[in-house]
């Protein structure tokens, strides 16, 4: 009896562990699917395949690696780190340096400007046209924009 609940458990085992690696396959045929959604007849070979590795005693790495050399990277869905796979991985971080690079160069020039027009000011020298014109507006308070605005508007 023992040995039956024995068997039992390293079946349920087997069986996880072969459902864990099928979701992390993506099927050659479907692209989009994993081979444990997928109901083509490569998924089912593939998923019988991984079943048949794991009771002949191939640990989890060894059938990823397994089925990397015969299907390629793309068969996985979590490609690994390397330089192939260095620019997809880090381009989104390089884009939002790039982004945030150019925001904050924008804030310190629009700061810089304003700071000198102000120094300009105390100082007693003439601003430019363009310069009084930023100074108007970074003084002036935006107009309210609540219900007596377009109620206004409405009435006239």
Known sequence: MENKNEEVTTERVLEARARNISHNVRCTECGSQSIEDSQADVAVLLR?????????????????????????????????????????????LFFAGVAGGIWAYGRYRQRTNVHIM????????????????TMLDLLTPPPSRGASSWWRKWLS
């Open 118 to 133: 102000t120094l300009n000011l105390v100082r007693g020298v003439a601003l430019t046209p363009k310069e009084k014109e």
């Open 48 to 92: 019988k395949l991984i079943r048949d590795e794991l009771r002949s005693g191939k640990s989890d790495k060894e059938i990823f690696q397994k089925l990397e050399d015969d299907f390629g990277e793309t068969v996985l869905y979590a490609p690994k780190f390397d330089m192939q796979t260095a620019a997809l991985w880090l381009s989104p």
